[in-house]
């Protein structure tokens, strides 16, 4: 988004567009907050029952060892914040706990499949993580 930004002033100004390296940090301008955060670079072992950190990220890389349940998706740290997680196994899907544990709104009828990956929006006002596409 930032390199968007960045080149779409240089054709508006008539600049060359300048040199940018690619990065996993991320700015995020909402609410008129700038919010920076981090990437995860490397897929995160998960496993029945465990927690996928959201915490300064846009985008979280999962691996399983085979089909995961009861998985729990960590609180939000600021409203609308958005999360991409991503299933980076090829054979194991990541099915959510119940709503009340797992902090999605679907709770075990969230389903991540295989080699796929899902959006989640924070809302703070029920503590939930909603599917954008459920």
Same mark, same amino acid.
């Given at each position: ?61 999962? =691996?399983?060892?085979? =089909? ?67």
């Amino acid at each position: 988004m930032f390199t968007r930004i960045i080149l779409a002033l240089a054709l508006v100004l008539g600049m060359t567009a300048p040199a940018v390296a690619q990065s996993r940090t991320f700015i995020d301008i909402t609410d008129n907050t700038l919010v920076l955060g981090r990437n995860a670079g490397t897929a995160s072992a998960v496993a029945a029952a465990g927690t996928i950190t959201t915490a300064g990220r846009s985008i979280t890389r999962v =691996a399983t060892n085979g =089909a995961v349940t009861g998985v729990i998706l960590a609180v939000g740290t600021k409203a609308g914040q958005v999360i991409t997680v991503i299933n980076t196994t090829s054979a194991g899907s990541i099915t959510f706990a119940a709503s009340a544990t797992s902090n999605v709104a679907y709770g075990a009828s969230t389903v991540i499949q295989p080699l796929a990956g899902a959006q989640f929006v924070w809302d703070d006002l029920s503590s939930l993580w909603f599917p954008l596409n459920p």
